[in-house]
């Protein structure tokens, strides 16, 4: 690649990237600290509310030493939201939004880090960990029978040899020094493992775009995509990036890593050496492998939402209206196209097109919900439990049910006078002692045991307001005693 080519490609790198436009900008220190501080820790990923009075207090400070910020935190989030800085997310657990660091930040944020505290330039760990890699990607890859049987072999005699001196009692331990440095080496490689996952979400996230994008831009003669997604593949599962990511998930998840890890990180931290090491940097050893798992988790619910709305979006035959908007949009700029050559953009012309619109109205307007006016102003009254009382039971139970008993012992009183009595008969010898509801059980006993002669007559009684009342009613007679 000759120099012109790599300028312009870096040119455009510059231009583009959000990682070089973070550290070309006026207030790079200030946009670097605030972000890692609040997004570069053990907590990736705030409520937008949270990130925003954290921010704040933070500006508030950074005032009081001089620096010029004029915005507030809002501003500030939705300024570095739209340069690539940060991403916003729905929360469906809260129904709020979050915030978590874009790519581009994570990676000058720790290009920043690594200016500010520099590694050595040559390390043995990190040495020694590159030869063990080569060493077993040599073997891993050699098509040769003997060849990979004699590296294996030498492998097994050095390992051999080295169990023979232990059980003689050779033990040879790194000094703490050597041992510091090959933790602290070890942390710096573990420390972009976690800043990985925004990368791979943002790779998982530019491939259902572009799926969808083939979806809507295919005609009915490239039916590759559409063809697979109806045929039940998971289009983004089976891509390189959800097999890699798979094959990584698969080992962090696997309980023998992790029991395994977890031993060696024991032993490490209770080594005298490890006294040197941050609480941060211990407690980030403690916790990488529960962190591995989580972020995992994170991007598995990525990938199958993913993969479900795209199966749905095909599915549902969304994709053919996209097809007809994209046609039409393609046809009008076409029509555009073809215009420009007579008419200018800014040529006036007499078409007027009303555009739809929200209806813009002041807030003041908006009447707010105060929790006080619901509150109850009469004072509470206490019911003390007492002794029941029969009477008042009685009572009670004569308020709400029509006592059948009494009504039947009337009707029978007056037969025992006569040989067959009408309801108004009834009534006249023993008023209604609840009023209607009397009347209700003498015409219910008077349907059920008695005749119907025809013709009509008049009932009267008192109802419980003491009110006179009457009634015409079908003649009944009862003809003999009642059960």
Same mark, same amino acid.
């Given at each position: ?43 990736? #990923? ?100 003997? #060849? ?134 211990? #407690? ?200």
């Amino acid at each position: 690649m000759s120099a012109l080519t790599q300028t312009h490609a870096l040119r455009q790198l510059i231009e583009t990237d959000a990682t070089w436009r973070l550290l070309r900008a006026a207030n790079a220190p200030v946009i670097a600290a605030l972000l890692s501080e609040h997004l570069g820790g053990e907590s990736r #990923r705030l409520p937008t509310a949270e990130l925003y009075e954290r921010i704040d207090h933070d500006l508030d400070a950074l005032r009081g030493h001089g620096f010029d910020l004029p915005q507030n935190a809002q501003g500030y989030c939705a300024e570095w939201r739209k340069s690539g800085f940060l991403t916003r997310r729905a929360d469906e657990e809260t129904r709020g939004e979050t915030f978590e660091l874009a790519p581009g930040a994570l990676g000058a944020i720790r290009i920043l880090e690594q200016l500010a505290a520099p590694r050595q330039t040559v390390t043995e760990s990190r040495l020694a960990s590159i030869g063990v890699q080569l060493s077993q990607l040599a073997i891993d890859t050699d098509p040769d029978v003997t #060849r990979r049987l004699e590296q294996l072999h030498a492998q097994r005699d050095r390992i051999d040899a080295q169990i023979e001196r232990i059980q003689q009692g050779d033990i040879d331990t790194l000094d703490p020094a050597r041992a510091l440095e090959r933790v602290r080496d070890i942390l710096a490689q573990a420390e972009e493992i976690p800043s990985d996952f925004a990368r791979v979400r943002a790779e998982f996230e530019n491939l259902n775009r572009d799926l969808r994008a083939r979806i809507v831009e295919s005609d009915d003669t490239q039916r590759t995509v559409l063809d697979e997604v109806f045929r039940g593949v998971d289009l983004i599962a089976e891509s390189d990036e959800g097999r890699s990511f798979a094959g990584f998930s698969a080992l962090v998840l696997d309980p023998a890593v992790g029991s395994a890890f977890d031993d060696d990180v024991a032993r490490v931290l209770a080594g005298d050496f490890a006294a040197d090491l941050t609480t941060a940097q211990r #407690r980030f050893l403690r916790r990488f492998i529960g962190t591995l798992k989580d972020h995992s988790g994170e991007i598995h619910e990525v990938i199958t939402a993913f993969a479900r709305g795209l199966r749905r979006y095909v599915q549902s035959q969304d994709y053919q209206r996209d097809r007809v908007l994209r046609s039409m949009l393609r046809a009008a700029l076409a029509s555009g196209v073809e215009a420009s050559a007579h008419s200018k953009p800014y040529q006036p012309t007499t078409l007027h097109l009303e555009l739809s619109a929200v209806a813009l109205r002041s807030v003041g307007a908006l009447r707010l919900h105060d929790p006080a006016e619901l509150d109850a102003t009469a004072p509470i009254v206490e019911h003390v439990a007492g002794t029941a009382d029969l009477e008042a039971l009685r009572a009670l139970a004569r308020q709400t049910e029509i006592d059948f008993a009494e009504l039947i012992d009337n009707v029978n009183s007056v037969l025992a006078d006569l040989d067959q009595c009408s309801v108004r008969e009834v009534l006249e010898r023993h008023p209604a002692s609840q009023g209607v509801a009397s009347v209700v059980g003498l015409l219910t006993l008077a349907a059920n045991q008695g005749t119907i002669p025809g013709g009509i007559e008049t009932v009267r009684w008192h109802g419980t307001d003491q009110a006179a009342r009457a009634a015409d009613i079908p003649i009944y007679r009862f003809t003999g005693r009642l059960l």
